[in-house]
């Protein structure tokens, strides 16, 4: 399973600057559409048509990705997949180093986690932090038979030993790079690139 990053201290990447496509554009709208199409089979396979998954998406850019991964299972397989979402903040490895932080959502749906099986679903992997965190949380709110991890985009760059389960694409990077990866729901497009980090690994 795996961790993500943020350019700006989540684990995953993050798009606030005003121009996304200002850095190196890694991939845009089809591939990001192509790759969530691929991860939705890879998981009905694992999963025997997705039965007993609980998809939870980490704010900011996962819980998108978490809603379209489940509309994707729907299409294609007619599985009502419940999906929610999983905050994070408080239990980052980090809070005493960064400014506080506005806290996110947490949306668990009604059946619950007991006896599922989670797939958290996060847009970059990096360091393994992020998901270090998010097994913490989800600790806290039920105890799943098993968890996964899903992502748009790994990154490289482990610091902990945690693997996703299912990648849309794998990119090197050095560390001296930051990966930005934008979607409509929360930016107004779709598009990933790469550009220099203003910060070094996290």
Do not use: W
Request: glycine content about 10%; hydrophobic content about 40%; proline content about 5%.
């Amino acid at each position: 399973m795996a961790g993500t990053s943020h350019a700006a201290g989540h684990d995953t990447a993050d798009a606030r600057a005003s121009d996304g496509r200002a850095g190196k554009p890694v991939f845009g709208r089809d591939e990001i559409r192509r790759a969530l199409t691929r991860i939705g089979h890879e998981i009905l396979e694992r999963t025997e048509g997705a039965r007993d998954v609980v998809l939870l998406g980490i704010p900011t850019r996962g819980v998108p990705l978490a809603r379209r991964l489940a509309a994707q299972l729907a299409q294609t397989e007619g599985a009502n997949v419940p999906c929610g979402s999983l905050d994070i903040t408080l239990y980052r490895d980090d809070l005493r180093l960064r400014p506080a932080r506005a806290l996110g959502h947490t949306e668990v749906p009604d059946s619950g986690i007991d006896g599922k099986i989670v797939v958290l679903v996060d847009d970059v992997l990096y360091s393994g932090r992020t998901v270090r965190a998010a097994l913490d949380a989800l600790g806290d709110i039920g105890r799943p038979r098993a968890v996964q991890l899903a992502v748009l985009v790994d990154r490289g760059h482990r610091e902990l030993p945690i693997r996703p389960d299912y990648v849309g694409k794998n990119i090197p990077t050095s560390k001296r790079e930051a990966v930005r990866v934008l979607l409509t729901e929360v930016d107004g497009e779709d598009c990933v690139t790469l550009q220099a980090s203003q910060e070094a690994g996290r």
